[in-house]
């Protein structure tokens, strides 16, 4: 499978609810839980691409656009964007759906870093064609 193959078939996309119980005082969804779904979706991009064990190293940016109301629904996109020797890049959106309205916008945007690791937790190749 090539680069562009793989890149392809590892994009995951995930729909969450947003209920009260996740969300703040405005009726919100939490930033924290935004970036906790986000790194959860951004690993499994990473391992779908790489299909080895993968581990968060950093966010690089996460740009908080508009809010997430309470009785939304969220659509969170993981797409690998740079690939590395034994690292990868994941871009991770977040949408937001009316539940009763054909609404849709982009809320949040941030980046994740990944490195593979080998079975003795040493970094290793990310991509091994």
């Not at 109301?69 to 659509?75: D, F």
């Amino acid at each position: 499978m090539t680069l562009e193959e793989r890149i392809k078939n590892s994009e995951t996309r995930i729909f969450k609810a947003v209920f009260p119980g996740t969300t703040n005082h405005y009726e919100t969804l939490f930033g924290g839980t935004a970036m906790h779904m986000m790194d959860e979706v951004a690993f499994i991009t990473a391992t779908r691409f790489s299909r080895q064990t993968m581990v968060t190293v950093s966010s690089d940016r996460i740009d908080f656009n508009k809010p997430i109301p309470a009785g939304t629904i969220v659509e969170l996109v993981g797409k690998v964007i740079n690939v590395g020797n034994t690292s990868l890049k994941v871009d991770v959106e977040i949408y937001v759906e009316q539940m009763y309205e054909n609404v849709r916008y982009l809320a949040v945007k941030g980046q994740f870093s990944f490195v593979a690791l080998d079975e003795n937790k040493k970094p290793t190749k990310v991509f091994k064609s």
